[in-house]
Structure formats: structure tokens, C-alpha cells
């Protein structure tokens, strides 16, 4: 798979990573979309708070923001297909598939949003349609 390694301040590599493989409870999400948190920017720019952090950076660390559709599942409710909003385990999001582990009870009918659900499930993922439908 297709990974963004952070070499040095300002400075990206496009690499050829291992695909990783879903542990119970996860999924595998081929992202259609992967972004930079504004509170991340220096980890890119080398700037702030992340200045000092070591360089190179992990493959594919940084990310946290992504888009994209299950494509292999070992949970229960979340099926290949479903397009979803999910942070990857590990921060690894700058990738072209990424691990995530949705919501305890391992059921997309256990994101049904309502605020207090989306405020729960915001650090894990979210089925994209229900959310996108209700902006």
C-alpha cells in the first residue's frame, strides 16, 4: 500500500508500506481521504510544541483524520462497503488502508447520532452517511 512518510520539516516521501491486517474488533478502511489536523502542523512544519520531536517520523504517523470505506471487517455491524469518518489505532492515518476500531458494542447500530452519541464516538469512527446527513 501507498504511505506518506514525514522525512524532515516540510519535507514528505511517498513509500510502499505493508497493508495492515484488522485484530478482533477492527476494520480496514481504504481511505479516500486523509488530512492533517490543524493541531498537527508541526509535526510537518517542525515548528511549536513538536519543534524538538525526531525526524524521520514513523510511515504514516501524523494522520488522524480519514475518510473512507471498510473493506475488511472483524466486527460485528460494520461491513465491507460501509463508507465511514475513523481514526486509525496508532495515528498511522497517512496511508492508503488504516486499522480502526469502531464504537463499543462493535455495532454501527450503536452510532445512531444524536450529540451526546457523536461526542462518544468522535475519538473511534462513525458510519459517514449518518454523520455527513446530519451537517
Known amino acids: 500500500?501507498?504511505?506518506?512518510?514525514?522525512?524532515?520539516?516540510?519535507?514528505?516521501a511517498f513509500l510502499d508500506a505493508p497493508k495492515p491486517e484488522p485484530l478482533?474488533?477492527?476494520?480496514?478502511?481504504?481511505?479516500?481521504?486523509?488530512?492533517?489536523?490543524?493541531?498537527?502542523?508541526?509535526?510537518?512544519?517542525?515548528?511549536?510544541?513538536?519543534?524538538?520531536?525526531?525526524?524521520?517520523?514513523?510511515?504514516?504517523?501524523?494522520?488522524?483524520?480519514?475518510?473512507?470505506t471498510v473493506v475488511e471487517s472483524r466486527c460485528k455491524g460494520w461491513e465491507p462497503g460501509t463508507l465511514v469518518l475513523a481514526q486509525p489505532e496508532g495515528y498511522y492515518?497517512?496511508?492508503?488502508?488504516?486499522?480502526?476500531?469502531?464504537?463499543?458494542?462493535c455495532s454501527a447500530a450503536a452510532a445512531k447520532s444524536s450529540p451526546e452519541t457523536f461526542r462518544a464516538y468522535s475519538y473511534g469512527m462513525l458510519p459517514a452517511a449518518s454523520t455527513l446527513g446530519k451537517l
Open 24 to 68: 478482533p474488533g477492527e476494520v480496514i478502511v481504504q481511505c479516500k481521504y486523509v488530512a492533517l489536523c490543524g493541531s498537527n502542523m508541526g509535526q510537518y512544519t517542525g515548528e511549536g510544541v513538536w519543534g524538538n520531536i525526531h525526524f524521520p517520523n514513523p510511515v504514516g504517523w501524523a494522520g488522524h483524520e480519514n475518510i473512507g
Open 1 to 12: 500500500m501507498r504511505a506518506i512518510h514525514i522525512v524532515k520539516p516540510r519535507q514528505v
Open 93 to 105: 492515518g497517512f496511508a492508503e488502508f488504516i486499522r480502526a476500531r469502531p464504537p463499543a458494542p
